[in-house]
């Protein structure tokens, strides 16, 4: 994969701080139609249920796009709700969030389905994007092997953000990191898919990441 050209976006992201969640005033630049924004991309990855969706709905300005759909007795067989009893709906195509970084600097987050009957989307939403948050439950652990695959096979910089669930035991970023075999240089963050703050760190751990693994 190509990331050249990436290094100015992220450079220029690491700064950033988050984004207002009102919407947003049209800033004088937006109407200036000979300077185009810069924008740059992120995947959100990671198994069935483990809060993708929920994590681009904490941090978008905008009022996200999201495919969910009502959950039947038709995916009984190959969705399992075990941690997950009160799920009701599931995400069938992607989720869409926006953030403006600065005033002609925007982000735009795309979240993956989780269940394999999707995994042929994955190729066209990473096209273009500077590396990938990959999403994991302490609880089933074995649910982002696919994506730490994909990321790896492909070479796509990514980091592993562990959603922490209430109830559910805490563990140390390095304790994770030990069981998914994750390579060391990789980052393993301790985050809340609800927690803007913490959503915010895992984006900026990933930007780092991509910088420092993108060819100058």
């Known amino acids: 994969m190509d990331f050249a050209g990436s290094e100015p ?15 947003p005033e049209i800033q004088n630049w937006q109407q200036d139609l000979s300077r185009a924004p810069i924008s740059t991309k992120i995947v959100v990855a990671g198994g069935f249920g483990v809060g993708k969706t929920t994590l681009v709905a904490s941090v978008s300005e905008i009022e996200p796009l999201t495919t969910e759909a009502l959950m039947t ?3 009984e067989a190959t969705d399992d709700l075990a941690s997950t009893p009160e799920k009701t709906t ?22 993956t389905p989780g269940q394999q009957r999707f995994w042929f989307m994955w190729d066209d939403l990473v096209r273009g994007a500077i590396g990938a948050v ?26 592993v953000a562990v959603n922490h669930f209430e109830g559910t035991a805490a563990y140390a970023a390095e304790d994770v990191r030990e069981a998914l ?4 240089q990789v980052p393993v963050v ?7 703050a913490t959503v915010v760190k895992s984006l900026l751990a990933l930007v780092g990441h991509a910088l420092d693994v993108t060819p100058a």
């Not at 990959?134 to 980091?159: H, I, K």
């Not at 075999?181 to 060391?184: F, L």
């Open 9 to 23: 976006v992220v450079e220029r992201a690491r700064s950033a701080n988050g984004a207002s969640q009102s919407s």
């Open 134 to 159: 990959v999403m994991a439950d302490t609880r089933r652990l074995e649910d982002c092997f696919p994506a730490l695959d994909y990321f790896e096979s492909c070479g796509f910089p990514y980091v």
């Open 73 to 75: 007795q038709a995916s």
């Open 90 to 111: 599931t995400t069938v195509a992607m989720d869409f969030g926006r953030i403006t970084l600065e005033d002609d600097l925007v982000l735009f987050l795309f979240g």
């Open 181 to 184: 075999s994750v390579p060391e």
């Open 190 to 196: 301790i985050m809340d898919a609800r927690d803007r």
